[in-house]
């Protein structure tokens, strides 16, 4: 059974960097497509990136297009959202998740398509 932990988040200023860690076990991540998404207080999980099995196709929402960037490492295990510029309105719980698939170079940003979640990791971006 595949476990997912996320790790990282934390309180940080307007125009700060954050790294989050995605860390699995229980089975080869890299037979899963990851996406990151994140829930802010009042609204609905939204994809913020997403990543192919073997980290050759990625795709981001418009929001955090040239900020953030999503990356893998299989032998570890691990998936990674840099986050730079982080604004206010990045202010949310990130929430990493897998897909089984055999879908290559290629990932979804639908929530739904994903079944197993982490736990979150809460981000706070204020001055």
């Known amino acids: 059974q595949l476990r997912l932990v996320e790790s990282g988040g934390g309180a940080v200023q307007p125009g700060g960097s954050l790294r989050l860690s995605c860390t699995a076990s229980?089975?080869?991540?890299?037979?899963?497509?990851i996406g990151w998404f994140r829930q802010a207080p009042g609204k609905e999980r939204e994809g913020v990136s997403c990543?192919?099995?073997?980290?050759?196709?990625?795709n981001s929402a418009d929001s955090v297009k040239g900020r953030f960037t999503i990356s893998r490492d299989n032998a570890k295990n691990a998936v990674y959202l840099q986050m730079n510029n982080l604004a206010p309105r990045d202010t949310a719980v990130y929430f990493c998740?897998?897909?089984?698939?055999?879908?290559?170079?290629?990932?979804?940003?639908?929530?739904?398509?994903?079944?197993?979640w982490g736990h979150g990791t809460q981000v706070t971006v204020s001055s």
């Open positions: 229980g089975s080869p991540l890299g037979r899963y497509a």
């Open positions: 990543i192919s099995t073997g980290g050759d196709g990625t």
């Open positions: 998740a897998a897909r089984s698939t055999t879908v290559q170079r290629a990932c979804a940003l639908m929530r739904n398509v994903y079944d197993n």
